[in-house]
C-alpha cells in the first residue's frame, strides 16, 4: 500500500469526478485503535497525525465544540470490560438531568467560545504531511440539549411545547456557532463535519417542524459559511434520514454519513440523489466489521465499490465509527481493500 495522501482526491470526489481512487472517510476512530494501528501511544498531536497518515487518509479530523455531552456535564461511569484497559464509556441520565427548570438554566456554568482553544488546530496544521488537510467534526446541537436535561423529561419538555427547551438549544446553538466562526476564521480548514444524532432505526427522534424551527436554522448558518468558502459539508447522523434528505440538502449539506445500512438503501440514495449528495460510509459496523473476517470486511468494502464508487461521490467508511472492539485486523482489511478495489476508473 503506497502511502500517497491528496485532498484533492477528496474534493474531486465531492464534486462528483473520479480521481485516481475512492478516499477514506471515517471522521472517528476509538483511541485504543489507533494505538493498535501504531504499536504505540497516540498521546500528542504529532502521533495523532501519524496515525491518520499511516491510515492512508487525505485528512486529519478533529472535533469542536460540545462533542460528548455525557463527558461535558461530568456525567461519566466505567465500563467493566474496558476498566481493565483504562478505558471509560459515557452515559446521560434518561431521566432528569443538570437542566430541567429555568433557575438550573441560569445556574449553569455555561462555557464561551474563547474556552475553547484554536492551538492545537493551528498545530496540526504545522505538522501536516504534504497532500494532507485539516477537517473539523463540529459540536452537537439538539443532542446536548436532550442529555442536559434527561430523555424522558426532554421529551416531555418538547411534547408541552416549553420554552425551556426553546432556550437551551437556542443557547447551545449559539455557542457551537461562534466555536465554528472562530476556527474558520483562524484555522485552514477544507471539510466539516455536523455531528448530530436526529434519528434513530425507524425514523427522526421528534417531528420534523420542531427540527426546523430549532435546530436546522443553525444547520443552516454553518451550510451558508461552508458554501461561502466552497468546502465540503457532511451531516452525520446515525439512524433511518431518508425522509429528510431533500432538506438538508436546501439546508447546505452536500455529503452525509454514515447511511446506517440495516436502515437505509444506499443504492437507493445514490440513484435518487446522483450529484447531489456524496455518501460516506454503510461498511457494517456490527457485521463484518465487529463480528465478521478480514475476508468478509474485504468482500464488503469491494461491494460498494463496485457499486456506489463510480462516477465518483462516494467515500469508504464504517457505518459509524472504528470503535474500539472492531479487531484491528478487520479495520486493516477495510482500508487495503479500498487501495486494492477503489482505483478508477472501477472494474470490478
Known amino acids: 500500500m503506497r502511502l500517497n495522501p491528496d485532498f484533492n482526491r477528496v474534493i474531486a470526489t465531492f464534486n ?10 471515517d471522521f472517528a476512530v476509538d483511541k485504543e485503535k489507533k494505538e493498535e494501528f501504531l504499536g504505540k501511544p497516540v498521546n500528542d498531536l504529532q502521533t495523532e497525525v501519524e496515525f491518520w497518515y499511516k491510515a492512508g487518509f487525505d485528512f486529519v479530523p478533529m472535533f469542536a465544540g460540545i462533542l460528548e455531552p455525557a463527558k461535558s456535564i461530568g456525567k461519566t461511569a ?24 429555568d433557575a438550573e438554566f441560569e445556574r449553569f456554568n455555561w462555557p464561551s467560545p474563547e474556552d475553547y482553544p484554536l492551538d492545537k488546530y493551528k498545530e496540526v496544521q504545522s505538522l501536516l504531511p504534504k497532500g494532507m488537510k485539516l477537517c473539523v467534526t463540529m459540536g452537537k446541537i439538539y443532542t446536548p440539549a436532550w442529555m442536559l436535561m434527561g430523555a424522558e423529561t426532554f421529551f416531555m419538555a418538547v411534547r408541552q411545547k416549553s420554552p425551556l427547551v426553546e432556550k437551551l438549544l437556542d443557547r447551545i446553538g449559539r455557542l ?64 433511518k434520514m431518508t425522509d429528510i434528505l431533500d432538506e438538508l440538502i436546501e439546508l447546505g449539506f452536500n ?13 437507493e440514495i445514490k440513484e ?9 460510509g454503510n461498511i457494517n ?31 469508504v467508511s464504517s457505518s459509524n465509527s472504528i470503535t474500539s472492539y472492531v479487531p484491528i485486523e478487520n479495520f486493516k482489511a477495510m482500508i487495503e481493500a ?3 478495489f477503489g482505483h478508477y476508473p472501477i472494474r470490478l
Open 78 to 101: 466505567f465500563s467493566k470490560d474496558e476498566d481493565k484497559e483504562g478505558g471509560v464509556r459515557e452515559w446521560a441520565d434518561e431521566k432528569k438531568g443538570l437542566i430541567t427548570t
Open 255 to 267: 455529503g452525509i454519513h454514515p447511511i446506517q445500512p440495516n436502515v437505509m438503501d444506499i443504492k
Open 338 to 340: 479500498v487501495f486494492e
Open 176 to 239: 457551537q456557532f461562534a466555536i465554528y466562526e472562530r476556527i474558520l476564521e483562524s484555522c485552514d480548514v477544507r471539510a466539516v463535519l455536523s455531528s448530530d444524532d436526529i434519528a434513530h432505526n425507524a425514523g427522526l427522534f421528534v417531528k420534523p417542524d420542531f427540527l426546523r424551527k430549532h435546530v436546522f436554522p443553525w444547520y443552516k448558518k454553518i451550510g451558508d459559511i461552508c458554501r461561502d468558502k466552497r468546502i465540503p459539508y457532511v451531516c452525520h447522523s446515525d439512524g
Open 16 to 25: 462528483h469526478e473520479e480521481p485516481d481512487r475512492v478516499p477514506l472517510g
Open 285 to 315: 459496523l456490527e457485521f463484518p466489521l465487529s463480528l465478521g473476517t478480514p475476508e468478509d470486511v474485504r468482500e464488503e468494502v469491494r461491494i460498494r465499490i463496485k457499486e456506489i464508487a463510480p462516477g465518483g461521490g462516494y467515500l
Open 272 to 280: 435518487k440523489y446522483g450529484k447531489k449528495l456524496t455518501l460516506l
